[in-house]
């Protein structure tokens, strides 16, 4: 069974551009999170998508913004592109949250999308 | 303040140590409690999950949970080199799935065979 995809592997900017990374989830899998995981600071939450809409929002501003898809893909997009954005952007898939079971909503993640902005 | 403290190490230790790592938190209403392990170049993977105190154990690893100290500790005893990893922990207010996770930086661990 694949896991989570994500693409591109790698990305370079510049200052003022946009990027824009995407996200496959494991087949069955509603819910799509992405984190940015920025060196020093660990995984920082973004975005929550379940079921098309957005969930959660993480503190990062508006220029953050992202999308699900009707097949459960997800796409970030970053806008004005600054220095600071440079990370990997990791994305994760979870069943339905709130079902029975302890191992229910376990977060599987993809290898990221290392976004370098120069 | 951060929620989650964790030290980042890096930590290295000889094959067959006992490796002890360990996360501090500050919100109380934390409830649930993971570790996840993340090799180079690769995505977390979810190693141990606990809820409220208590400890857990998988093998070589023990998960344990302090929430009067608001403190948590992942063990790997008779460590191999295929440990070589970094090591975050992550904690939810709810059943994680449907709430964010917060994570701790991460601690980056060698073995050294």
């Known amino acids: 069974e694949a896991g989570v995809t994500q693409s591109p592997t790698h990305l370079i900017k510049t200052r003022g551009q946009q990027a824009t990374l995407r996200c496959s989830p494991i087949s069955g899998h509603t819910s799509v999170y992405w984190y940015q995981q920025a060196l020093g600071l660990g995984l920082q939450f973004l975005l929550w998508y379940d079921e098309g809409e957005e969930r959660n929002r993480g503190n990062f501003p508006p220029r953050f913004s992202g999308r699900q898809f009707p097949n459960y893909s997800s796409e970030l997009n970053v806008n004005a592109l600054e220095l600071e954005d440079s990370a990997l952007y990791l994305c994760?898939?979870?069943?339905?949250?709130?079902?029975?079971?302890?191992?229910?909503?376990?977060?599987?993640f993809g290898e990221g999308s290392r976004l370098t902005v120069l | 303040q951060k929620e989650v403290e964790q030290d980042p190490g890096p930590l290295s230790v000889p094959e067959g140590a006992i490796v002890s790592l360990n996360c501090t938190y500050s919100?109380?209403?934390?409830?649930?409690f993971m570790w996840y392990r993340q090799y180079s170049r690769k995505g977390p993977e979810l190693l141990m999950y606990?809820?409220?105190?208590g400890n857990k154990e998988d093998g070589r690893f023990t998960a344990q949970v302090d929430k009067s100290s608001k403190y948590i500790s992942l063990f790997i005893r008779d460590s191999q080199p295929s440990d070589s990893a970094t090591y975050l922990c992550a904690m939810s207010l709810s059943n994680f799935g449907n709430e964010k996770l917060t994570f701790g930086t991460g601690t980056r661990l060698t073995i050294i065979p």
């Open positions: 606990t809820y409220s105190s």
């Open positions: 919100n109380s209403a934390f409830q649930y």
């Open positions: 994760a898939s979870s069943t339905t949250p709130g079902l029975a079971g302890e191992d229910t909503g376990e977060l599987f």
